[in-house]
Antibody
Framework: EVQLLESGGGLVQPGGSLRLSCAAS????????MSWVRQAPGKGLELVST????????YYADSVKGRFTMSRDNSKSTVYLEVNSLRAEDTAVYYC????????????????????WGQGILVTVSS | DIQMTQSPSTLSASVGDRVTITCRAS??????LAWYQQKPGKAPKVVIY???SLERGVPSRFSGSGSGTEFTLTISSLQPDDFATYYC?????????FGQGTKLEIK
């Protein structure tokens, strides 16, 4: 069974930084695209970033480009999200999610629907 | 970026009803469309992937259809556990985008 466990959230002041982590188990981690998706209080789902796999590209929503950096450590089966220059509008529950096996990208990485999700971690940006 | 437009935003229905939610993409996404169910305080859960494939363990009363730019999620006979918020999501490109959600409420 795939498990995704996020950590690193919390309360941070505007302009501050955090590093979110998502530890995965139960899968051949390096074969899968991984994503961060957030949900502001009472709002819908928004993709933050996707890393397509080992050596593949990383994609960002316009709203976080230049402030957030996604990375992965396949040896630890972990993805990270460095969040900098935080704003009040970044307040949200941040989920990591795994790409499904229903689609392969050109490099052979599983890049399908988001078929497994972590429990989410709350990031609150407030003074 | 591909925009996803979902309707309605709220749907009131009764147990046993048949309901349909619609999702429209701003450009062709082939069949790379998923539907998620989310309950309050919980992570989303995929119910339909590749437009019409039923995720393992999801009841057969859920079905999806469509391709290109027009998609639907149908629940054939609503059960109490189905009242939740549903989102569509395109994964034709890595810049995934979600619809704004449909809250399915008990009438």
């Amino acid at each position: 069974e795939v498990q995704l466990l996020e950590s690193g959230g919390g309360l941070v002041q505007p302009g501050g930084s955090l590093r979110l982590s998502c530890a995965a188990s139960g899968l051949s981690f390096s074969n899968y695209a991984m994503s961060w998706v957030r949900q502001a209080p009472g709002k819908g789902l928004e993709l933050v970033s996707t890393n397509s796999g080992s050596g593949g590209g990383t994609y960002y929503a316009d709203s976080v480009k230049g402030r957030f950096t996604m990375s992965r450590d396949n040896s630890k089966s972990t993805v990270y999200l460095e969040v900098n220059s935080l704003r009040a509008e970044d307040t949200a529950v941040y989920y990591c999610a795994k790409g499904g096996g229903d689609k392969y990208d050109s490099n052979g990485y599983y890049s399908g629907c988001l078929d497994s999700w972590g429990q989410g971690i709350l990031v609150t940006v407030s003074s | 970026d591909i925009q996803m437009t979902q309707s309605p935003s709220t749907l009131s229905a009764s147990v046993g009803d048949r309901v349909t939610i619609t999702c429209r993409a701003s450009q062709n996404i082939n069949s790379w469309l998923a539907w998620y169910q989310q309950k309050p305080g919980k992570a989303p859960k995929v119910v339909i992937y590749k437009a019409s494939s039923l995720e393992r363990g999801v009841p057969s009363r859920f079905s999806g259809s469509g391709s290109g730019t027009e998609f639907t999620l149908t629940i054939s006979s609503l059960q109490p556990d189905d009242f939740a918020t549903y989102y569509c999501q395109q994964y034709n490109s890595y810049l995934y985008t979600f619809g704004q959600g449909t809250k399915l409420e008990i009438k």
